[in-house]
DNA sequence: TCTTTAATTCATCATTTGATGAGTATGGTA
DNA sequence: TACCATACTCATCAAATGATGAATTAAAGA
């Protein structure tokens, strides 16, 4: 019979299925909504364990967070442009596929940067998602604006705010909305919704591709 | 000197005062962040005055949902279509002159239609809104459809969530982001919004309005 | 005026929360 | 083998939370 208490035998996972357990809980509820003894039970671990390996329950939120975004980040800042496409089409996917490893993290981030702007858990996502906020708005500024397709009239942080909304919002919003819309977000339909949002921002703010630009004013 | 205890001399507008801070908390927190004490403080009264009026704290939160949501509700129901726009300009001036009035509600859906379906909080929204999502759904799908100006080989359903994705997006967004795009988001800046979007959809979405339809496959 | 009802404060309770320290067993190393 | 760091469990604490009932005063009605 194995020791309740004790160092276990072999190999355990429970950092990581803390991290793991950390991701699944923070993406659908608020940072003080989750409680330390959920997080245990999800991760199948004791709640002390937090401490050991975190120091605290912002600890381990951190650690997560790091953990998630880093890869995102890494490859953000590697930008050699080339692997960066400047087509809306290679952006989009390119984005949906620097997002899609962690479908949490959207609703999760979004969510903190809801709450109280003074609250702990803001600035530490601050610190670490400001740099892709920066990044990602270098890069799509470069692929609405650099193209010198944009329609007369439309303004850039308006159209900024489109291909925003356009491709955020289906990532953040509710279950019950999604399903209204008798979509659903898995791998198998993000080419759809890719090539349809392409086409709304194609048509919706840019000019024909053909077009002459002596027709500008 | 008043005394502190006992019935107050005169009128008080403690009922209206607690509505009032329920909405301002839960729409920039998520119901069980908010306590009791807080939602007192917010409306400087003591925080028995919950139970007396409401019950409880989730009463609170239904009634003040109940009084946010009754007007919206009623002039949805009331559509004697021609108070409602079948055109896309008017649609969104109408829909956003329904929303305007409390800018935090749209947060607070949202938020609560994320967290965990199984909970109180969810049941109760949903049983309220869950009309004005019918009602907003049955008018878009007239707007959208019955034009029969959709471009071909856009969905319906994603030609509404691209709608809706434009519309609802800059509503519930975080303030740190929207001030990245370098807007407000106060009544001053809504017609432009609106115009922009118009623009977005009508160049994205529908064909040329003096289209020749035979032109279609 | 007397009595009932309405509106409020206050002290307090059981529960849940994050954190903590003491204790226990395993693994690697000298 | 002796030893110490590693990886865990458990009981427990102080703080915060929602709820509650008793007490207090004002207003309204008879």
């Known amino acids: 019979m194995s020791a ?3 160092r276990p035998k072999g190999d355990s996972d429970a ?3 803390l991290i793991a357990a950390a ?3 923070f993406g659908n509820q608020s940072f003080n909504n989750v409680s330390t003894r959920q997080l245990a039970r999800e991760a199948g671990v004791d709640a002390a364990l937090i401490r050991y390996y975190f120091g605290s329950k912002l600890g381990l939120f ?3 967070l790091r953990e998630m975004l880093e890869p995102m980040l890494e490859r953000l800042r590697a930008q050699p442009q080339a692997a960066f496409p400047s087509d809306l089409t290679g952006l989009m996917q390119t984005y949906y596929s620097i997002m899609a490893p962690n479908p949490n993290l959207p609703r999760l981030v979004v969510r903190v940067l809801q709450e109280d702007e003074g609250t702990e858990p803001f ?3 601050m610190t670490l998602f400001g740099e892709v906020m920066a990044l990602s708005r270098q890069w799509l500024g470069k692929v609405l604006l650099n193209s010198g397709r944009l329609r007369p009239g ?3 942080e308006l159209a900024r705010l489109s291909f925003t909304s356009l491709m955020v919002f289906p990532l953040i919003a509710p279950q019950v909305l999604i399903r209204q819309f008798g979509i659903s977000l898995d791998a198998d339909f993000l080419p759809t919704l890719i090539q349809h949002n392409v086409q709304v921002m ?3 703010l840019f000019l024909p591709e053909d077009a002459d630009m002596r027709t500008l004013s």
Chains 1, 2 share one sequence.
Do not use: S, Y
């Open 4 to 6: 309740k208490t004790g």
């Open 15 to 17: 950092r990581q299925r």
């Open 23 to 25: 991701l699944a809980l």
């Open 62 to 64: 951190e650690q997560m």
């Open 123 to 125: 600035r530490i996502l």
């Open 154 to 156: 439309v303004e850039p």
């Open 202 to 204: 194609e048509k919706g």
